[in-house]
């Protein structure tokens, strides 16, 4: 299995801040990560998909990247609806894994 | 597209957890879905549990295999998840989900509300 692992797994951030979210891959692959946003007692939504290319419908304060075995996601200027969980997805390989998640709470 | 799980909310230990999900505004057979089941243990993070094809092809995590069974019905437009032999680490809320795959390209877009399902006698 792939394992993610994600970091950090909880910030605080203000409105107007940049925030950043690292998952690091156990095994090398390119591109098939994905990026999940999660309000409590919801179902995670999809924002980001082939490490970059965001969903239709996702504000472009939202964005993805990727170095060697590490993927980034970036949300540029906070907004108070961004403020939920965030979990990186890989589907290079099965079993489809998971990073532990990122919690974004208001400072 | 909309994804709505049904079953029982509550589970008797070493019995089986049943759960179906209708797929309504869209088809099953779409050629580039997967019909998904993820669960999400209380206060923890997202396990895949498998997924199915809609000519009955199914994926399962190899760590649930040999307690999971998932099925489609086309002409319901539904796909069901069976998890037999259950205890109280299968208590979660359970989501189905579509993920498509297009050249390379793949994602989770669209979910079920979820279901949460306890296991307790």
């Known amino acids: 299995d792939i394992q993610m692992t994600q970091s950090p797994s909880s910030l605080s951030a203000s409105i107007g801040d940049t925030v950043t979210i690292t998952c690091r891959a156990s095994q090398g692959f390119t591109n098939s990560l994905a990026w999940y946003q999660q309000k409590p007692g919801k179902a995670p939504k999809l924002l980001v998909y082939a490490a970059s290319r965001l969903e239709s419908g996702v504000p472009s304060r939202f964005s993805g990247s990727e170095s060697g075995t590490h993927y980034t996601l970036t949300i540029s200027s906070l907004q108070p609806e961004d403020f939920a969980t965030y979990y990186c997805q890989q589907y290079f390989s099965l079993p489809l894994t998971f990073g532990g998640g990122t919690k974004v709470e208001i400072k | 597209v909309q994804l709505q799980e049904s079953g029982p909310g509550l589970v008797i230990p070493s019995q089986t957890l049943s759960l179906t999900c209708t797929v309504s505004g869209g088809s099953i057979t779409s050629g580039i879905y997967y019909w998904s089941w993820i669960r999400q243990l209380p206060g923890k993070g997202l396990e895949w549990i498998g997924y199915i094809y809609y000519s009955g092809s199914a994926n399962y995590h190899p760590s649930l295999k040999s307690r999971v069974f998932i099925s489609v019905d086309t002409s319901k437009n539904q796909f069901s998840l069976k998890l037999t032999s259950v205890t109280a680490a299968d208590t979660a809320v359970y989501y189905c989900?579509?993920?498509?795959?297009?050249?390379?390209?793949?994602?989770?877009?669209?979910w079920g509300q979820g279901t949460p399902v306890t296991v307790s006698s």
């Open positions: 989900a579509r993920l498509f795959r297009d050249y390379g390209d793949s994602g989770l877009d669209h």
